[in-house]
């Protein structure tokens, strides 16, 4: 499993970033798939995921600015970023994992084995 972040930056506070997620080696459309996010001094926390059927979850702080999405036949993963936050500021990280047929894809770390190396977005006042 391999998987490359992309599209982070510098922003002013109300800007819009688009993260991508590059994925090979297994068979993305059978995973569920997630963005984390880690501050310095803080823990990894997840922002949003996106189940094998496209329906998706968010952590509270995000929902309304934030979009995931996904393309199976390009086997991307997209974070749209609207509107935002200097708190927005962290590393962001893919995750990918093959959740049992019954289980939703969660915003829980510890239930993801696969990750990224992180793209840093920082967004200014």
């Known amino acids: 499993v391999q998987l490359l972040e992309s599209g982070g930056g510098s922003v002013q506070a109300g800007g819009s970033l688009r993260l991508s997620c590059e994925a090979s080696?297994?068979?993305?459309?059978?995973?569920?798939m997630a963005w984390f996010r880690q501050a310095p001094g803080k823990e990894r926390e997840g922002v949003a995921a996106?189940?094998?059927?496209?329906?998706?979850i968010y952590v509270d702080s995000v929902k309304g600015r934030f979009t995931i999405s996904k393309d199976n036949a390009a086997n991307t993963l997209y974070l749209q970023m609207n509107s935002l936050k200097p708190e927005d500021t962290a590393m962001y990280y893919c995750?990918?994992?093959?959740?049992?047929?019954?289980?939703?894809?969660?915003?829980?770390?510890?239930?993801?084995?696969?990750w990224g190396q992180g793209t840093q977005v920082t967004v200014s006042s």
């Open positions: 995750a990918a994992d093959l959740f049992p047929p019954t289980v939703p894809a969660g915003l829980l770390v510890s239930e993801y084995a696969n």
């Open positions: 080696g297994f068979p993305f459309s059978s995973y569920c």
């Open positions: 996106i189940d094998r059927d496209g329906s998706t």
